[in-house]
């Protein structure tokens, strides 16, 4: 699932403003506007017998940017993205859903200056074909 929603996020045209999409953290040297994602959740889902192909992870996506006029609307082409449904490589991607939303405080980063940043949770749903 992680390779597969890295390449769906670096495939929309509307995240090109995005300089880097990663997960964990930034890449050294990466510009901004970036993007950065964290599993929170695992969202693996049991029956009564074994665990199921349905998974409903949650993922933590951090938008870095100089302004917040830089991330807003990487923030607003990533809810659109990731409400539609699509396959990508191995992964069958339902409806995720937006689970919270956040501005978070203003950062001094040395070399780059003041860095601001919008921190959304996701809930995304999907199944993996193998």
Known sequence: MRVDLLARLEADDA????QSISWVSRPPKAGLPGITLQQISPGRAYAMSSAIDLHDSIVRFDFWGLAMRDIDPLTRATVALLEQPGQYGDTIFSRSLLESERDMPAEEVDGIGTVFRI???FRIWWTSTQ
């Open 15 to 18: 995240l090109n403003a995005a």
């Open 119 to 121: 921190s959304a949770d």
